[in-house]
Nanobody, 121 residues
Framework: QVQLVESGGGLVQAGGSLRLSCAAS????????MGWYRQTPGRQRELVAA???????NYADSVKGRFTISRDNAKTMMYLQMNILKPEDTGIYYC???????????????WGQGTLATVSS
C-alpha cells in the first residue's frame, strides 16, 4: 500500500513562514498530480495549491504570491512553502496525490492525515 505523511505544521505569528512536507512511501510506480488542501474550522476542504508531474502549478487566489508548491519526483516528496502567513491561513493541511497503478493505466487517489498550521494575529 502507499501512504502519505505530512509534517511541518505548527504555531506561527502573522507574517511568519512555515514549510510543509509530504512524504510518499510504499509500493509506488508513479505519481501524477499532487496537491495541498486546507480544512478550516466551519469550512469545507479546499484546494490550496496543485502541481503536475511536469512542474506546472496552480494556486488558490488567496495564496498567490505567498505560497510556493514544489515536488521532488526522485524522492517522492512534495513541499509547500508558506510565507507572509495570515490568521485566515489557519487550518489542517492535507497532502493529496494520484498514484499510477502498474499495468492498468489507472490512478488511485490517496490522502494524508493532515498537519495543523495555526497563525496567530
Amino acid at each position: 500500500q502507499v501512504q502519505l505523511v505530512e509534517s511541518g505544521g505548527g504555531l506561527v505569528q502573522a507574517g511568519g513562514s512555515l514549510r510543509l512536507s509530504c512524504a510518499a512511501s510504499g509500493t509506488i510506480f508513479s505519481i501524477d498530480g499532487m496537491g495541498w488542501y486546507r480544512q478550516t474550522p466551519g469550512r469545507q476542504r479546499e484546494l490550496v495549491a496543485a502541481i503536475a508531474r511536469n512542474g506546472w502549478t496552480n494556486y488558490a487566489d488567496s495564496v498567490k504570491g505567498r505560497f510556493t508548491i514544489s515536488r521532488d519526483n526522485a524522492k517522492t516528496m512534495m513541499y509547500l512553502q508558506m510565507n507572509i502567513l495570515k490568521p485566515e491561513d489557519t487550518g489542517i493541511y492535507y497532502c493529496n496525490a494520484n498514484f499510477g497503478v502498474y499495468g492498468t493505466g489507472t490512478y488511485r487517489e490517496v490522502w494524508g492525515q493532515g498537519t495543523l498550521a495555526t497563525v496567530s494575529s
